[in-house]
C-alpha cells in the first residue's frame, strides 16, 4: 500500500423503533436496545484506541441519534459531518463524499445504513461481513488521500457487534 496510513470504522445505526409512528423511513428513531448499544460501541472504540477524528452521518433520525449517544466517549470530539448523501448511502456515495474531507484525518467513522455498508465492507476488504445493528467493521487502507483510499484495498481489522461485548 501506498500513501497516508487511514483508518475506516463503518457503523450501522443502532436498532430503531417500527412502532414508533415515524411519518416514514427516514424520520424512524431509535428503540431501547438501539439507545442503549449506541454508547456501548462508542466506550469499545475507545478501549480499542479507535476514537475518530471526523464522525461522518447520515442525517436519518435513527443515525443521528445513535451518534449523539455516542459522542460523550470521545475526547477530543471528533470533527461531525451530517449529510443527506449518506442516507442509504453505498461505496459509491461514500467515495464521493470523501472528497470535502480533510486529509489530515487519520480515523473517520462512517455512520450509516444497509445494506450499502455491508456491501462497502465486502467490496473494500473482500470478506463478508453481517453489519447488524450498530455493528462496526474497523478497517485499515492507504492513501494520499480518502477517495484515493477508498478506491484501493481494505483490510479488516476487526468487526464487532454489542451482542459480542461482554458489557452487554
Known amino acids: 500500500m501506498n500513501g497516508t496510513p487511514r483508518r475506516l470504522i463503518l457503523m450501522r445505526h443502532g436498532k430503531s423503533d417500527w412502532t414508533s409512528g415515524a411519518a416514514d423511513d427516514h424520520a424512524r428513531p ?7 448499544d449506541a454508547p456501548t460501541m462508542a466506550s469499545w472504540l475507545v478501549a480499542q484506541g479507535w476514537a475518530p477524528d471526523a464522525v461522518i452521518c447520515s442525517d436519518a433520525t435513527r443515525t443521528w441519534e445513535t451518534w449523539e449517544r455516542m459522542a460523550g466517549a470521545f475526547s477530543p470530539p471528533p470533527a461531525l459531518v451530517v449529510s443527506r448523501e449518506l442516507y442509504h448511502a453505498g461505496l459509491s456515495e461514500l467515495i464521493q463524499h470523501a472528497r470535502s474531507w480533510d486529509p489530515a484525518w487519520r480515523t473517520v467513522l462512517a455512520l450509516g445504513h444497509n445494506p450499502g455498508w455491508e456491501e462497502a ?3 473494500l476488504t473482500g470478506q463478508h461481513e453481517a453489519m447488524k445493528t450498530a455493528s462496526c467493521a474497523l478497517m485499515v ?4 488521500s480518502w477517495p484515493e483510499a477508498l478506491l484501493g484495498s481494505w483490510e479488516l481489522q476487526e468487526a464487532m457487534r454489542p451482542r459480542l461485548l461482554p458489557t452487554r
Open 141 to 144: 487502507g492507504q492513501g494520499a
Open 121 to 123: 465492507v465486502h467490496t
Open 30 to 36: 431509535l428503540n431501547e436496545r438501539g439507545r442503549h
